[in-house]
């Protein structure tokens, strides 16, 4: 894989977090394919581009601040994984500190065309029950 590739795809991941980090859900949406298939744990089926794109505005709307401490990623041919530990408040005052894996494949378009992310739901409970 080239310097150039992993650039772009370093670049991607990035965007990514840092859309979500900042509430910019616009990015989100443009970062995502026409086509994206999002898979994520307790998932029975994968989610489309706008299923997906709902799922992250509902968890910047239940938020008041989302943090990413990244502990690991690994660029490959097309794509990154990556572990990292998600930090966010909700609007109640309920934190989490969740734990995740995830796996974004990346299109020689420049946007995310696969996303598999793994972590407990347990953690992301005290969210729901604020």
Not at 51 to 76: C, G, K, M, N, P
Not at 99 to 104: G, S, Y
């Given at each position: ?6 650039r772009a795809v370093?670049?991607?991941?990035d ?6 980090e ?9 970062l995502?394919?026409?086509e994206v298939?999002v898979?994520k744990?307790g998932?029975v089926?994968?989610?489309?581009h ?8 509902w968890?910047?709307?239940a938020t ?5 401490e990244?502990?690991?990623?690994q660029?490959?041919d097309?794509?990154f994984?990556q572990?990292?530990?998600?930090h966010?408040?909700?609007r109640?005052g ?8 995830i796996?974004?494949?990346?299109g020689?378009?420049?946007?995310i065309n696969r996303v ?11 969210l729901?029950?604020a």
């Amino acid at each position: 894989m080239s310097e150039t590739d992993t650039r772009a795809v370093t670049d991607v991941a990035d965007r990514l977090f840092d859309a979500i980090e900042n509430s910019d859900i616009a990015v989100v949406e443009r970062l995502f394919s026409p086509e994206v298939a999002v898979w994520k744990s307790g998932d029975v089926r994968d989610n489309d581009h706008v299923r997906s794109v709902r799922i992250i505005a509902w968890f910047v709307d239940a938020t008041v601040d989302r943090r990413y401490e990244i502990l690991d990623r690994q660029v490959f041919d097309g794509g990154f994984v990556q572990q990292h530990v998600l930090h966010a408040t909700g609007r109640a005052g309920a934190t989490i500190a969740m734990r995740v894996c995830i796996v974004i494949k990346v299109g020689a378009d420049g946007l995310i065309n696969r996303v598999d992310e793994y972590f407990d739901p347990a953690d992301i409970a005290p969210l729901l029950s604020a």
